[in-house]
């Protein structure tokens, strides 16, 4: 006996009947999802599965045995693999109309001007300074982004807008301490953004990720009417199964709510400098950059005394440049985000100084700020 496959229905069909839903958006739609652990695989898995048409992960991190437990993507032979990479060729094979791209990166070397190709930004992150950077790149550009955090049997989910409340606004004062303490000290190397391990549950991830995946598809189909987290969290007791929300006020006062005003994309070469930008808004050459990453200009160790130059963009600098080559210790650097031009580091070429392709970099004069974007020429 045969059994008849009824073709009439389109892969979307059941979805699609939900009166408000848009399938054309979400195909024209561009999402980023940064981060490729137990919430990115259910994120990006569920973006896939409603056909959002381009989906790309990033994750500067490799396949650990326990992650198989918790990341829905992942199989036994992928251990060792790149999240990203693996995850992405695995929503290729759950849904081959998706165009998926997996990249295997710190999101801090992905210059900001990269990051403009993108509807939506959503978080499956585990440290402060990875969310402190995302919510700073997404309040700039004016995109919106989802935030999904986990431990345990614990989650929470919220949706930040180009307006209101923004992440650095929902932190205490004790967070606030200890995200300016790490931000100014040696903690700045890719392996620095790396924390311990917490506990976590395939259920939990699950839950967040449907949460957040929900409301990206109301950001995406143009419903913001239907969001039920715009200033607001979404909080969730795996014990016990209680759930409830808790609203975010903007804080008027909150330094992450810097918002470009007027890019302008300039082509980048080898031998391009900050003084080659200060020429085309100064025409004495008198300007300040002002940078996106810090630029480490020494470290300095306080065990042993020893210092060393470095000179490079926080991203691009090494574990291995970070350490005291004495006594192996972490450096604390001294650094700089912003460069006036009597400064001899106006001539170093910005690639020499390890900056990102696509970086923005902003020149200030007495009469305005201009937003260069730095694209390979």
């Not at 199989?75 to 849904?95: M, S, Y």
């Amino acid at each position: 006996m045969s059994l008849a496959v009824d073709l009439s229905e389109g892969r979307y069909d059941r979805q699609e009947l939900l009166t408000w839903w848009d399938q054309e958006r979400l195909r024209r739609a561009a999402v980023l999802v940064v981060g490729a652990g137990a919430l990115g695989n259910e994120i990006a898995k569920n973006l896939a599965l409603v056909g959002v048409g381009r989906i790309v992960l990033v994750d500067m991190d490799h396949i650990e045995f326990s992650n198989l437990a918790r990341c829905v993507l992942f199989r036994d032979g992928d251990a060792g693999r790149p999240k990203a990479q693996v995850a992405a060729e695995a929503i290729t094979a759950l849904n081959p109309g998706v165009a998926v791209e997996g990249i295997v990166a710190d999101i801090r070397s992905l210059g900001l001007g990269w990051w403009r190709q993108f509807d939506l930004i959503i978080g499956g992150l585990d440290n402060r300074e990875a969310r402190a950077w995302v919510n700073q790149a997404a309040r700039k550009l004016g995109t919106p982004w989802v935030d999904g955090a986990i431990e345990g049997l614990r989650g929470v989910a919220r949706v930040f807008m180009p307006e209101g409340a923004c992440y650095e606004c929902t932190l205490g004062e004790v967070d606030q301490r200890i995200l300016a303490q790490r931000r100014s000290c040696a903690l700045l190397t890719a392996e620095q953004m790396r924390t311990g391990h917490v506990p976590t549950t395939a259920t939990t991830s699950s839950v967040i990720a449907a949460v957040q995946t929900q409301e990206a598809i109301k950001l995406i189909v143009a419903r913001e009417d239907l969001l039920a987290l715009r200033n607001r969290a979404f909080v969730y007791y795996g014990e016990t199964l209680e759930t409830y929300h808790v609203d975010y006020g903007e804080d008027p006062e909150c330094l992450a709510h810097d918002r470009y005003e007027r890019l302008v994309v300039v082509g980048y070469r080898d031998t391009t400098t900050l003084r080659d930008l200060f020429g085309r808004v100064a025409p004495d050459g008198s300007a300040v950059a002002d940078l996106e990453h810090d630029l480490i200009v020494a470290g300095h160790c306080a065990a042993c005394g020893v210092s060393r130059a470095i000179t490079r963009f926080a991203p691009a600098v090494s574990d291995g440049e970070a350490r005291c080559p004495t006594c192996d210790e972490l450096f604390g650097f001294e650094t700089t985000v912003s460069v006036a031009s009597d400064d001899g580091l106006c001539d170093v070429p910005l690639r020499d100084l390890g900056l990102a392709d696509h970086e923005v970099v902003t020149v200030r004069t007495a009469e305005q700020r201009t937003h260069f974007v730095l694209e390979p020429a």
